[in-house]
């Protein structure tokens, strides 16, 4: 399965990357907490709870960064699914791709490829691409009012 979600933002690339790539910037439209290295196998971690282990990407790293075009990086589930991203499985992949286009508009694009034959798979990619849709309304909204 996966999934693909398409997004013109109203602003320039570099913009739309700063809002993936600072730590205070994705605690803007993201997650409430965050702890973002940014470089390579550096960490990619999201907090939606007080307890970090519960509804949050932790331990989760950026695995490929080419500046303002793409990211790729680890994700897992919220608690409900969390069993899926523990061993023998691991966390899942993202990659957001950035598109400049012209008058300062850029297409976001967030693909998710992977599938696994477990049980709640199905059920996890369809709240997952749920959820970002809704981030990535969150991201466009901060982002053109910011402008």
């Known amino acids: 399965m996966g999934y693909k979600i398409e997004q013109t933002i109203d602003a320039p690339v570099?913009?739309?990357w700063k809002s993936w790539?600072?730590?205070?910037?994705?605690?803007k439209w993201l997650a409430p907490?965050?702890?973002?290295?940014?470089?390579?196998?550096?960490?990619?971690?999201?907090f939606w709870d007080e307890d970090p282990n519960k509804d949050s990407t932790i331990g989760c790293k950026i695995k490929k960064i080419e500046k303002e075009r793409?990211?790729?990086?680890?994700?897992q589930g919220k608690t409900e699914y969390i069993e899926m991203f523990r061993k023998p499985f691991g966390p899942t992949l993202i990659t957001v791709s950035f598109h400049?286009?012209?008058?300062?508009?850029?297409?976001?694009?967030l693909?998710?490829?992977?599938?696994r034959e477990l049980e709640k798979w199905k059920a996890y990619d369809e709240w997952m691409s749920g959820a970002w849709n809704y981030a990535i309304n969150c991201?466009?909204?901060?982002?053109?009012?910011?402008?």
Do not use: D, P
């Open 21 to 27: 790539s600072s730590e205070e910037e994705t605690q």
């Open 14 to 16: 570099y913009k739309v």
């Open 111 to 115: 693909e998710q490829r992977e599938t």
């Open 139 to 147: 991201l466009k909204k901060y982002i053109e009012r910011k402008e």
């Open 70 to 75: 793409s990211l790729t990086f680890e994700w």
């Open 100 to 109: 400049e286009e012209e008058n300062e508009k850029t297409v976001l694009i």
């Open 33 to 46: 907490k965050a702890r973002v290295i940014f470089e390579k196998n550096g960490a990619y971690e999201f």
